[in-house]
């Protein structure tokens, strides 16, 4: 299957180390709360979990920042964990306290019993998302699908929601490795199937979004957190070749180079890890995306500029870059100062690409 | 100066990497709510602040894990934030909630009006406690003294607590960078002074608590982070040039190699990175302390044995490795798993020293 043929494929030749003309850019989190027309369409909905199920407001609130700025690509409105809210856990968001589920998996008889759900009905709701996107977008931009990791669905499965320290998850894994595999392979194949349907309805470019991998040890970290990815990424080349897969564990900084060798085409950074070290681990196996802290775009405009200008250097010549902060951005940010940042990526970074 | 002479100085001469028969261990919180003596004790002190500010009970928590377990140095019982509380900030905690201050210094003037205080009069129960504390040893261990970093104690001094993104604290850096240093160069001298006081009372080693240094990116870590830290260990050098030093960033797994030339002994791990990692980066300059996941105590015994086994397997043979946990151990903790943990690494680390 050869790549969707896009207007501005900027970011799809990045992702595959191809020459680009400038550096591509996109933010996480580019449709959420930092934005009055998300927040306005977000009380329309009346929830997070409805506005993510209501396939035309999700594709709305996807399309509300490309109206904006000259982002380089959309990424699908949804959450990281669709999948255990399908198996029945029951997903909810208390104010301030992030994901809740009313369900949790915690011993090995909970784990056996736990089904992997018929994904193409369960979620049909995401793809549909993705095909009115996909038909909106039209020929313009490549959209982004993503799902949470395994070994991050596997903490809010097994501790009920965000946690400082994974105590249980963790415990899971030392006490328990035989039903925290068992889990995994649940996860492992639902979330390929839940990509590859994704990829189907329009996707052209497909995240694994790890966030908690950094939480765990090296050797826990190679077992539990990228080997179940790397599955994922076999499965995900055998049906869609063409269709460039990033994975993201926020915080590992010292497993990039295990990571450069899953057959991921993209790695996310975050900020703890400079562009110009990372580029020297991975070589050239993989393209980079990030890293800019989100707190950058509390500063004034000189002062994103100058951080903008930072990470360019840091990668330095050449292509396989993609631009992005190293987290979502966060609601208390000036929606101009994004356009800040989006104006110096513009500006800027043709000179590294020449 | 010499070392003071003491009949188990293992921890000293592997922090400055001379042959030792087997791998000193202590533990970051080894004097903590996991024991059910230090509840006690804390209970008739009152508050935790209370106790810390009391020598004669701050000694006795002190010494309570000594009782119980083989361990090869005793850390003085108090909290990073004493210096900031000696600046007027009102340190007090809530419960569930970690550390707070009554008052905050966010602005230039805020940081203006900050005066350092007479350390040895506004400390003076620090150092009271420290004396007790090496009277009380005499001869048979050595004894930690300690302190938060100046970029630590500043995210607590900005923010008022703690905090998961540290806006405020980072916003300070990037927009008023003359008001951070301002603050920092204060926090240097103020910390200078009261570890060199804590040596003059008896503290053999010290060391450098730096819990939110991995927070930052590459160039702000540099900046704002490591280079007062630097100017501390100078500090300490020049009066007490055979104390070694300890140095622990957590989570700053990218900057162990600017770390290990600032002149520090030593450095502290979490398990995010590998010690067979961190000693390739690190080469022959600093000793390496650290890095089991509390959450390994959550295991069964064999479990942490076999992971004390990893740990050493990962130093490998050779000195200069200080055992300990990557960060403090956790109230839910049973006594006896850390038994066997210190248990382990008596039995098994002496291999690594032939």
């Not at 009055?36 to 009346?46: L, M, S």
């Not at 329009?202 to 979004?209: E, K, R, S, V, W």
Request: overall charge negative; hydrophobic content about 45%.
């Amino acid at each position: 299957m050869a790549l969707r043929e896009l207007r501005n494929d900027l970011l799809l030749r990045a992702l595959k180390r191809l020459p680009t003309e400038r550096t591509p850019v996109w933010i996480m989190r580019q449709a959420g709360r930092y934005l009055p027309e998300y927040r306005a369409t977000r009380a329309q909905a009346g929830s997070f979990v409805q506005l993510m199920k209501n396939p035309a407001l999700a594709c709305e609130v996807t399309l509300q920042p490309l109206r904006r700025f000259p982002l380089d690509a959309a990424i699908l409105f949804s959450d990281i964990l669709t999948i255990p809210d399908a198996m029945g856990l029951g997903l909810y968001f208390e104010e301030g306290e992030g994901p809740r589920f009313q369900r949790t998996v915690r011993s090995p008889d909970e784990v056996a019993a736990l089904e992997v759900p018929d994904i193409k009905s369960e979620l049909s709701y995401v793809f549909e998302t993705v095909a009115r996107i996909r038909e909106a977008l039209g020929d313009s931009l490549p959209l982004i699908g993503f799902s949470g990791s395994p070994w991050t669905l596997m903490t809010y499965m097994v501790e009920g929601g965000s946690s400082r320290d994974f105590k249980r998850a963790k415990s899971l894994l030392y006490r328990e490795p035989d039903a925290a595999h068992a889990l995994l392979n649940k996860l492992v194949a639902a979330i390929t199937q839940y990509l590859i349907a994704q990829a189907d309805a329009g996707a052209d470019a497909l995240m694994l979004f790890d966030s908690w991998g950094g939480a765990l040890s090296a050797p826990l970290y190679l077992e539990f957190s990228l080997h179940p990815m790397q599955r994922i990424v076999q499965g995900l080349k055998a049906v869609h070749p063409d269709v460039p897969v990033i994975v993201f564990s926020k915080g590992a900084h010292a497993m990039l180079d295990p990571m450069a060798r899953i057959g991921a085409d993209a790695l996310g950074l975050d900020w703890g890890i400079s562009l110009h070290q990372a580029r020297a681990l991975v070589a050239d196996r993989v393209a980079l995306q990030g890293n800019i802290d989100p707190a950058v775009l509390l500063a004034d405009r000189p002062r994103i500029r100058a951080e903008v200008r930072l990470a360019l250097e840091s990668f330095g010549h050449g292509h396989g870059h993609v631009f992005n902060l190293g987290h979502g951005i966060t609601p208390d940010v000036d929606p101009e100062h994004l356009g800040a940042l989006l104006a110096a990526v513009h500006d800027l970074s043709p000179h590294f690409h020449q």
